[in-house]
Structure formats: structure tokens, C-alpha cells
């Protein structure tokens, strides 16, 4: 287990290397303005609730499966109907269905992720760690931040 953010620090230039890493302290400001992260899901007095990236991709295997078996489904209806009935191409259309309906039921079955949740009232941040839920009181806590690009379907 790490003992304080400075060794998780050192971890963190040991393995990506030191690109603009900077460490975060509740005493101390960081010297830059407040952002908006894409990653909030609700902020209000209380709570301010952080997607974590799992929730991010979510949907996105089963829109790309309804694009494919979408496609499979036009070329089964221009067979029979450009080409003179199905004649035992019924296998394009079943798989198809297959390729639309599996991602589907597997994202539908998935937990959905949790959120990370800063409470403000209780000074209290509760987040998931596989499948175990944690919580930390922020007096004192470090967080350490490094520079990154994000690239998913919401922006390039």
C-alpha cells in the first residue's frame, strides 16, 4: 500500500516520466483556474459526483454492433428484394441480429459503474475500487494530477 501521494508520485515519474506532474494539496493552491471537467456527472451545495472512464464507453460497443447488424439487415432486404426472394440467405439476417442483440444484453447486464462522490457536508470522498466501496476524509488528503489528452468519441 502506498503510504502519501509523494511516493505514488515518484511511481508515477518512474513510470510515464515527468510531464508537467504536479501535486495537489488541500493547504496550498495549485496556481490555476478552476476548470470543468467532461467527467462531472452532478454538482450542487453537497455532492459534486465524478464519472469515472468505464462509464464513458459505455453504449459504445452496442452502437457499433446496431451499425454492422444494421448493415447486414440492408443487404438481406437488397437480396430479396433485388434478388428474387432469400433462398436460404436467412443466415445473413439471423447473424446480424446476432451482432445487434449481443453487445447489447452484454452492456445491459454490466454493473453500472459508480461514480466518485465528494461530499461536501460530511468532507468525505467515497469512490469504488473493484467492487469495493472506499472513503477518505479530505482533511490532509494529497492527490497527485500529471498532464494527459483524452481522445473518445466526444472529443478528437
Not at 447473424?95 to 461514480?115: H, Q
Request: proline share 3%; net charge neutral.
Amino acid at each position: 500500500m502506498i503510504e502519501n501521494a509523494k511516493k505514488l508520485l515518484d511511481m508515477v515519474v518512474k513510470k510515464f516520466g515527468d510531464n508537467k506532474t504536479l501535486l495537489l494539496s488541500g493547504e496550498s493552491s495549485s496556481g490555476f483556474l478552476p476548470s470543468h471537467s467532461g467527467l462531472i456527472e452532478s454538482q450542487d451545495n453537497v455532492c459534486l459526483t465524478l464519472r469515472t472512464a468505464s462509464s464513458e464507453v459505455k453504449g459504445m460497443f452496442t452502437g457499433f454492433g446496431f451499425l454492422i447488424g444494421g448493415y447486414g439487415i440492408i443487404l438481406f432486404l437488397f437480396i430479396v428484394f433485388f434478388g428474387g426472394g432469400a433462398k436460404g440467405n436467412w443466415w445473413i439476417l439471423f447473424v446480424s441480429i446476432l451482432i445487434a442483440i449481443i453487445p447489447m444484453v452484454w452492456e445491459m447486464s454490466r454493473p453500472p459503474s459508480r461514480l466518485i462522490v465528494f461530499n461536501r457536508r460530511t468532507q468525505e470522498i467515497y469512490y469504488d475500487r473493484k467492487g469495493d466501496l472506499y472513503y477518505a476524509v479530505w482533511d490532509g488528503i494529497e492527490a497527485v494530477a500529471y498532464e494527459y489528452s483524452i481522445v473518445n468519441q466526444y472529443s478528437g
